[in-house]
């Protein structure tokens, strides 16, 4: 299952339902709206500010 994320999500509901999905066994694939910064990890900064390192960038994920 594909969750994409943005800069200014919500930070627990972000958290919520990846861990949800996760619990359920449910393979999840966290990823960033952001265009692809050239060898930069993902992330993404929720609305209090806290980091988000995601597993791939929305663009990567699309293609595989």
Do not use: W
């Amino acid at each position: 299952m594909l969750v994409p994320v943005g800069d200014g999500c919500e930070e627990i509901e972000t958290v919520a339902i990846i861990d949800i999905l996760r619990r359920a066994n449910i393979d999840v694939t966290f990823a960033s709206i952001k265009p692809v910064e050239d060898e930069k990890a993902p992330v993404i900064v929720g609305r209090s500010g806290i980091s988000f390192i995601c597993d791939t960038y929305l663009t990567e994920a699309v293609l595989k």
